[in-house]
């Protein structure tokens, strides 16, 4: 006989199946911190934070890099970025490409410093951007090598994308809640930063994710179909940065429950990849797919899939491609147990939370490339990369940052490290950085990430 | 409140939530960890709600309706319970028992089971629940009714003071 005592015994069997707290929340922190949301896209997506465990180090950091006396020289624009001196009309400044470290990675990256705390968390939805941040943003470049700022720019709104060419960067600023975009290069010893307003048309619409083609000439960004205060990267936008012209992609509408995540060019500087989640990440449309941006048609789902986000591996939030193409590299954002299909075995052993793991484009093979070891005393999952902050033409290279946390135990307090690591075919070396306080940060050759979004009011 | 500060305080029994919603270990983490990357993203505001944890409870509610209605075609549904062989109760008789009884809450539409969840795990009063689920009352108790019939369980008799509450409301 069934009575409600039954069923409420049979309802707290179901709690065995509580996830582990600690593994829940790396997972959030590495979600939210390594990329801007996963496959909710839109508002979901967040602007990158530093988890709160990193500020005494990343004000170590900064005291670090005045005391040592980094040069740093600022360009400072007008409120609208006036285009300078001796740029070309078209406002297209062909650049040679960054010069290189010892190891062969762009010697700088553009970064944004951490947001000042705006409420509990430090988070900010962009549609109350901190006053302090409407009137101009200062970014930061910073020096590969050092991990430490190289130089500044100041932009002259809220930014709200960043990406970068071979050889500049670029970023998406809202002022007077629109997306306006500008290119900053860099020059002379130091070295110098200059932004310079792009002769591209500003967009109103709620921003979504930015990626600059290798040579510095074309310009994608996404932006938002709204519901509420939420949204979906479903719309397209392909852009010269020499004349403006545009070209616009949208979302079917059997599709219409999908979003865009962060987009890369690859070399050819016309092919646009771009992480797509449908209804759920299960479904065979959330994959990594290819779209040719000289090919005919407006919609966005005329490309290709290229590998599902939930497939035998494991669950990815998405995938960084190589920008020949043939490599993708993803993040084990799941342990075993991902869902139907998804057993979470490479090679017939378990893979863990936080591996990384390379694929072939063209066959989906996997292959363990790396998997950070946990701190001494921490059990499983403990440990997890960001996506690859920079990745070779082959993707045989790449550079990821790292994390390892041990909770917090009796007598013991929690413990989180967090490094920054050049993986050249499997073997990972250290750079010497310190954590640093960085929200969001581009390299050049890889895809802008976007900070978060910044939704202007609704009208 | 910090999402730090909620995590220490509530994320037990969110999870708890989450795993008796979902039914399985898998799937209450990938509940879990959309709702929590959402709120974590948007904590300022969150955080400084009255009751930050009702309204996380109601992100994971709504979550579990729509990932089940988007993913139902992917689901691998609980298979055919066995029927019992042997007349002679014995201890496997109770788990046997239970597992069925799970089964076919499986097997329940999710706002059915979000229900029976909220009224029997988690000893709310279909005032409470109808304001999580976003509904009337009478709706919270037509769900509940028609759940409770299809897995074939007794209503004990309902205390006085819930007689009273349904009366008024």
Redesign the interface.
């Given at each position: 006989?069934?009575?409600?005592?039954?069923?409420?015994?049979?309802?707290?069997?179901?709690?065995?199946?509580?996830?582990d707290?600690d593994?829940?929340?790396l997972?959030?922190?590495s979600?939210?911190g390594s990329r801007p949301?996963?496959?909710?896209g839109g508002l979901?997506?967040?602007?990158r934070r530093w988890s709160?465990w990193f500020a005494p180090l990343a004000a170590a950091a900064a005291v670090a890099a005045v005391i040592t006396g980094l040069t740093l020289a600022t360009g400072v624009i007008g409120p609208h970025g006036h285009r300078a001196p001796g740029v070309t009309a078209h406002g297209f400044i062909p650049v040679a490409p960054f010069p290189r470290t010892a190891a062969g990675i762009p010697a700088y990256f553009l970064a944004i410093p951490n947001l000042p705390a705006?409420?509990?968390?430090?988070?900010?939805?962009a549609s109350?951007v901190p006053p302090a941040l409407r009137s101009g943003e200062t970014l930061l470049i910073i020096s590969t090598a050092t991990g430490q700022v190289a130089t500044t720019v100041r932009l002259p709104g809220y930014v709200t994308g960043i990406a970068a060419s071979s050889g500049a960067f670029f970023a998406a600023v809202i002022i007077g809640q629109r997306a306006w975009f500008y290119e900053i290069v860099l020059t002379g010893q130091g070295p110098t930063a200059r932004a310079i307003r792009l002769p591209v048309a500003p967009d109103s619409a709620a921003f979504g994710y930015l990626a600059v083609s290798p040579d510095g000439r074309r310009l994608a960004y996404s932006t938002m179909v709204r519901h509420g205060n939420m949204g979906d990267n479903q719309n397209l936008v392909v852009a010269s940065t020499s004349t403006g012209a545009q070209r616009r992609w949208t979302t079917p509408a059997r599709d219409a429950?999908g979003t865009m995540g962060p987009m890369q060019w690859l070399a050819d500087g016309k092919t646009l990849a771009f992480n797509w989640t449908g209804?759920?990440?299960?479904?065979p449309a959330s994959s990594l797919r290819l779209l040719d941006t000289t090919a005919a048609g407006h919609s966005l789902m005329s490309g290709r899939p290229v590998l599902r986000l939930v497939n035998r591996v494991g669950a990815f939030d998405d995938y960084t491609i190589s920008p020949d193409g043939k490599t993708l590299i993803g993040i084990v954002t799941?342990?075993p147990?991902?869902?139907?299909g998804s057993p979470g075995t490479i090679g017939g052993h378990r893979d863990a939370f936080g591996s990384v793991i390379r694929f072939s484009a063209a066959s989906g093979v996997p292959a363990m490339a790396y998997a950070q070891p946990p701190l001494p005393g921490a059990r499983a999952p403990s440990t997890t990369c960001n996506d690859p902050w920079w990745i070779s033409y082959s993707g045989r290279r790449m550079l990821l940052e790292c994390f390892q946390h041990r909770p917090a135990s009796p007598g013991r307090k929690a413990v989180t490290m967090n490094h920054v690591l050049l993986l050249d075919n499997g073997k990972a070396t250290e750079l010497p950085w310190h954590a640093a306080p960085l929200d969001s940060l581009t390299f050049p050759g890889i895809t802008g990430w976007s900070g978060?979004p910044a939704l202007p009011p609704p009208p | 409140?910090?999402?730090?500060e909620f995590?220490a305080a509530q994320?037990?029994a969110v999870?708890?939530l989450?795993?008796?919603l979902?039914?399985?270990?898998?799937?209450?983490?990938?509940l879990?960890?959309?709702v929590?990357?959402?709120a974590?993203?948007?904590?300022?505001?969150i955080?400084?709600l009255d009751r930050p944890e009702l309204y996380v409870r109601k992100m994971i509610l709504n979550e579990f309706l729509a990932?089940r209605r988007?993913?139902s075609r992917?689901?691998?549904r609980p298979g055919p319970v066995p029927e019992a062989v042997s007349s002679a109760p014995d201890h496997a008789c109770a788990y046997s028992?239970?597992e069925a009884?799970?089964a076919e809450?499986g097997k329940l539409p999710r706002r059915q089971r979000a229900v029976?969840?909220l009224r029997?795990?988690e000893d709310r009063c279909d005032n409470e629940i109808a304001e999580l689920l976003g509904c009337a009352p009478g709706t919270v108790r037509g769900y509940a009714s028609r759940g409770?019939a299809a897995?074939?369980?007794?209503?004990?008799p309902r205390p006085r003071a819930s007689l009273r509450t349904e009366l008024e409301s």
């Open positions: 006989m069934r009575d409600e005592a039954d069923l409420r015994a049979a309802l707290r069997t179901l709690e065995r199946h509580a996830p707290p593994a829940v929340l997972a959030v922190r979600r939210t949301g996963r496959r909710g979901r997506r967040a602007r709160t705006n409420g509990a968390g430090g988070w900010t939805l109350t429950r209804a759920a990440m299960v479904s799941c342990v147990g991902c869902g139907p978060f | 409140m910090t999402f730090e995590a994320m037990p999870l708890r989450a795993a008796v979902a039914g399985d270990r898998a799937t209450a983490e990938d879990v960890q959309e929590l990357t959402r974590y993203c948007r904590w300022d505001r955080g400084g990932w988007r993913s992917h689901r691998t028992e239970r009884l799970l809450l029976l969840v029997y795990y409770l897995l074939r369980v007794e209503m004990a």
